[in-house]
């Protein structure tokens, strides 16, 4: 006995351990559940009067038959409405059914008299239906009702009528094909649960994989763009940047469950469909390229932004089609700078090896021709003075006076000409020690050391320091932050400023400087203007060469240096012909837009 009750109890346990179906599934097959129930209900209403008038010699059906079926209807409608309207407590309006489906049955089995496959084949239907929908120790109850039910009426029918051993034998048979048909139920219920719960994680991980990839697209640096049909489906946020087109908050990517779809009705298409329209007007060759390339073929070229884009700091873009196996295509955007910058760094390391290999063989010979000459210059005034001194004590002899004045009119003048030629090698020893310095610039740091700047706070503190006596007009209409070489920063602008200043006091007697700060995009513009005479048209494509000037008293390496210190940090330097005043424009990508006030004037300092 003992025995018996621990196997029942380890089985109950092993029962109520068992996994069910998720709530929308249980809904929507208890829905269909009770739907049967009432359709089987008025079969059986309907099956007992058309029994009785198809055949006149039958009895009408027993009151306890008509009361039955009479409630069974009415109960099924019940539960089929209150399981649609109340969504709660689903599993114990499912037992309360099918608990009421086996005491219906065992009813119509009593009244019928003996066991009937008809009515055993309902039974079945509620076992397995309850081991599917119920919890195992829920739908062990109601197999066991059902078994009690079948023997007892059995048992209840022999006691009343006759004993049949037949009839004993098929209700035990019965009983024993409920726990049979109970047992495949829960396995098989069991399977599909676990499948559904595969399924369920499966299309977790795909749609948590699906969240990673588009924000992995959305924060690539590259540009990714893909084209199906002739119609963009995706365009990341780099591709909006490099190609200086506006990007909504809601233009990020098309869902790519929908396997790549185009729908007008969609607002990302919408938006996606703006942006090809964009992207037609602007860049009309670069899409002209893209769909032009025939399916599989993959193309590779460089592409210039035209005039309309080029005021962004990307000049350049490498764009490479590659076909996709559904037949669209993917275009991928990759901005140069990184080469540029790359190749600037090497440009960078080569001169400063040679700039340190040299500067002190050329600074040495260079620094005793700048002493010598110093040496002499002062000679040269010396001895002028020992020539006064000597003229005014002879002078008091009037018989001699003639005589030393005609000696020492051509000694002064000899020594007046040597004076010169030894201030001209001087200064030209300093010309050519500035450019040394210049040129040694670039090595005394050949890797920029990037770090963030806050335009607004720090070139307040930049021109106190270095142009403080100067008229400096400082307009910041943004609050940016940029990534940039603070040493190589203020060298970019000392030049900039120093060269605004000399050109300006050329064209006016009160020279001053206007520096502009805003953002365009994604980008931080720093305008250095002033109102000197500008640079001709012939001289625009020489105006960053090295060693170039139109000043006698330049070295013609400022901007040259400046330029390069730009594009080692990812930012251009550009002379912008087309502004009123002259003007040279630094473009750095913006690190921190959430300033953005374009008509707000966060600073105005002299």
Not at 200 to 205: D, F, L, V, Y
Not at 265 to 283: C, R, V, Y
Not at 532 to 541: I, M, T
């Given at each position: 006995m003992k025995l018996?009750?621990?196997?029942?109890?380890?089985?109950?346990?092993?029962?109520?351990?068992?996994?069910?179906?998720?709530?929308?599934?249980?809904?929507?097959?208890?829905?269909?559940?009770?739907?049967?129930?009432?359709?089987?209900?008025?079969?059986?209403?309907?099956?007992?009067?058309?029994?009785?008038?198809?055949?006149?010699?039958?009895?009408?059906?027993?009151?306890?038959?008509?009361?039955?079926?009479?409630?069974?209807?009415?109960?099924?409608?019940?539960?089929?409405?209150?399981f649609y309207v109340v969504t709660k407590n689903l599993r114990r309006q499912l037992a309360f059914g099918l608990a009421l489906d086996v005491i219906i049955l065992s009813l119509l089995l009593y009244t019928n008299g003996?066991?009937?496959?008809?009515?055993?084949?309902?039974?079945?239907?509620?076992?397995?239906?309850?081991?599917?929908?119920?919890?195992?120790?829920q739908a062990l109850i109601i197999t066991l009702l059902a078994i009690i039910f079948v023997i007892y009426q059995q048992f209840f029918y022999a006691i009343a009528n006759s004993m049949s051993l037949a009839n004993l034998g098929d209700a035990l048979l019965m009983s024993a094909s409920f726990l049979a048909v109970g047992v495949l139920s829960w396995s098989i219920s069991q399977r599909l649960?676990?499948?559904?719960?595969?399924?369920?994680?499966?299309?977790?991980?795909?749609?948590?994989?699906?969240?990673i990839n588009q924000e992995v697209i959305t924060q690539m640096v590259n540009g990714v763009i893909v084209i199906d049909r002739q119609h963009i489906v995706l365009a990341n946020l780099a591709a909006h940047q490099l190609?200086?087109?506006?990007?909504?908050?809601?233009?990020?990517?098309?869902?790519?469950?929908?396997?790549?779809?185009?729908?007008?009705?969609?607002?990302?298409?919408?938006?996606?469909?703006?942006?090809?329209?964009?992207?037609?007007?602007?860049?009309?060759?670069?899409?002209?390229?893209?769909?032009?390339v025939s399916e599989?073929?993959?193309?590779?070229?460089?592409?210039?932004?035209?005039?309309?884009?080029?005021?962004?700091?990307?000049?350049?873009?490498?764009?490479?089609?590659?076909?996709?196996?559904?037949?669209?295509?993917?275009?991928?955007?990759?901005?140069?700078?990184?080469?540029?910058?790359?190749?600037?760094?090497?440009?960078?390391?080569?001169?400063?090896?040679?700039?340190?290999?040299?500067?002190h063989e050329i600074r040495n010979p260079l620094a005793a021709i700048s002493q010598a000459s110093q040496l002499l210059m002062e000679d040269v005034v010396e001895s002028e003075r020992n020539k006064a001194a000597e003229h005014s004590t002879i002078s008091s002899i009037n018989s001699t006076a003639d005589h030393t004045t005609a000696m020492t009119e051509p000694a002064n003048t000899y020594m007046t000409g040597n004076?010169?030629?030894?201030?001209?090698?001087?200064?030209?020893t300093k010309r050519v020690n500035r450019i040394i310095e210049d040129i040694l610039k670039l090595s005394r740091q050949q890797v920029a050391r990037q770090q963030s700047i806050l335009l607004a706070d720090w070139l307040p503190l930049f021109l106190d320091n270095y142009f403080r006596d100067h008229d400096i007009f400082l307009r910041v209409y943004t609050n940016p932050t940029i990534s940039f070489d603070m040493h190589q920063l203020e060298q970019v602008l000392i030049n900039l400023i120093n060269n605004g200043l000399r050109h300006s006091s050329y064209a006016h007697p009160h020279a001053f400087v206007e520096i502009e700060i805003y953002c365009a995009d994604?980008?931080?513009?720093?305008?250095?203007?002033?109102?000197?005479?500008?640079?001709?048209?012939?001289?625009?494509?020489?105006l960053f060469n090295p060693f170039f000037t139109t000043d006698e008293a330049g070295t013609g390496l400022g901007l040259y240096l400046s330029q390069a210190f730009c594009e080692a940090n990812q930012a251009r330097l550009l002379y912008i012909p087309e502004h009123q005043k002259t003007c040279f424009r630094l473009i750095a990508p913006a690190i921190d837009t959430d300033g953005h006030d374009a008509d707000k004037r966060l600073t105005e300092d002299q």
């Open positions: 018996a009750l621990r196997a029942v109890s380890a089985i109950t346990n092993y029962l109520q351990q068992d996994e069910t179906l998720p709530l929308p599934q249980l809904r929507r097959l208890g829905l269909i559940y009770s739907s049967y129930r009432f359709i089987v209900s008025v079969f059986f209403m309907l099956m007992v009067y058309v029994t009785v008038k198809s055949d006149s010699g039958s009895l009408l059906p027993s009151l306890l038959q008509q009361t039955a079926l009479s409630f069974y209807v009415i109960i099924s409608l019940i539960l089929l409405g209150l003996a066991p009937d496959l008809q009515l055993t084949m309902l039974y079945m239907v509620v076992v397995a239906a309850s081991f599917m929908l119920l919890y195992g120790s649960v676990q499948v559904e719960q595969v399924a369920a994680n499966q299309a977790k991980e795909v749609e948590r994989l699906n969240v190609l200086s087109i506006p990007h909504p908050p809601l233009a990020s990517m098309l869902d790519t469950s929908s396997h790549l779809r185009y729908e007008q009705n969609n607002p990302e298409a919408t938006l996606l469909a703006d942006f090809q329209q964009q992207l037609k007007e602007q860049h009309l060759q670069l899409i002209d390229a893209c769909l032009s599989g073929l993959s193309r590779s070229f460089v592409y210039e932004l035209p005039a309309v884009a080029n005021a962004s700091v990307v000049g350049k873009l490498r764009v490479q089609i590659i076909p996709l196996k559904d037949n669209s295509k993917l275009i991928m955007l990759e901005d140069l700078r990184r080469e540029q910058a790359s190749a600037q760094q090497l440009k960078l390391a080569s001169l400063g090896q040679l700039t340190a290999s040299i500067a004076h010169e030629l030894y201030e001209m090698i001087f200064s030209q994604n980008d931080v513009i720093i305008d250095i203007l002033d109102d000197g005479l500008g640079v001709s048209s012939n001289d625009l494509q020489h």
